[in-house]
């Protein structure tokens, strides 16, 4: 008999404790991915042994860092990369006041777009605009070294031709002096000799 109350005693007991509230609540479909997860109990819990977990379909577990205690309530801190769209599921265990430990799950769906999903492309009668990237001072004075270094080559190789143009000219020239003066003296007298005075 006195077995028989101290179990019935004991299943109330632990039976007492319970999650009366979450966010995101139970079987709920939310918009946005939650930033953190609220557990909230009938019963105050002990910050030792508190667990709480947020698992996608592929197992993994979306909370970082231990959940915060105050009271009844429990808050635990989802990772700033923030689940996408899917069925997730929350477990807790934690104990009670009274030392009884609780454990349960319950899951929601976030109904947003998929991961990696790229936004709708908007197809109007005006061309896609492309603006150039304004030039960067080293490239800038790279080109104008490279002008001023064509513009250096282009007038050596003109002062070079016009002085080669000279030459060849005062070369023609001491030629063409040299030809008649080699003319003028191969020129035969044709004055008639007198003859001789008796």
């Not at 946005?32 to 109990?41: A, D, E, H, K, R």
């Not at 777009?113 to 005006?126: D, F, M, V, W």
């Not at 990237?133 to 002062?159: E, N, R, V, Y």
Request: aromatic content about 6%; cysteine-free; proline content about 10%.
């Amino acid at each position: 008999m006195a077995l028989t109350l101290w179990w019935l005693g004991n299943g109330i007991a632990s039976a007492h404790t319970g999650l009366v509230s979450s966010d995101p609540s139970a079987d709920s479909t939310v918009s946005t991915p939650p930033s953190v997860i609220t557990l909230t109990f009938n019963e105050d819990i002990k910050p030792t042994f508190a667990t709480v977990v947020v698992n996608s379909a592929d197992g993994r577990n979306w909370i970082v860092g231990p959940p915060r205690v105050e009271g009844p309530r429990i808050s635990a801190t989802v990772g700033s990369d923030r689940p996408t769209s899917g069925v997730y599921t929350v477990g807790y265990r934690v104990v009670s006041a009274d030392g009884h430990p609780v454990s349960g799950s319950y899951t929601f769906t976030i109904a947003g777009p998929p991961a990696g999903s790229q936004p709708p492309i908007t197809t109007s009668g005006a061309a896609p605009t492309t603006t150039s990237a304004p030039q960067s001072p080293a490239a800038a004075g790279s080109d104008t070294k490279t002008s001023i270094l064509a513009a250096g080559g282009a007038g050596l190789a003109l002062g070079g031709a016009i002085a080669l143009w000279q030459a060849w000219r005062r070369r023609r020239a001491r030629t063409t002096l040299s030809e008649s003066e080699s003319t003028s003296m191969a020129i035969p007298d044709h004055e008639p000799k007198k003859p001789p005075a008796d």
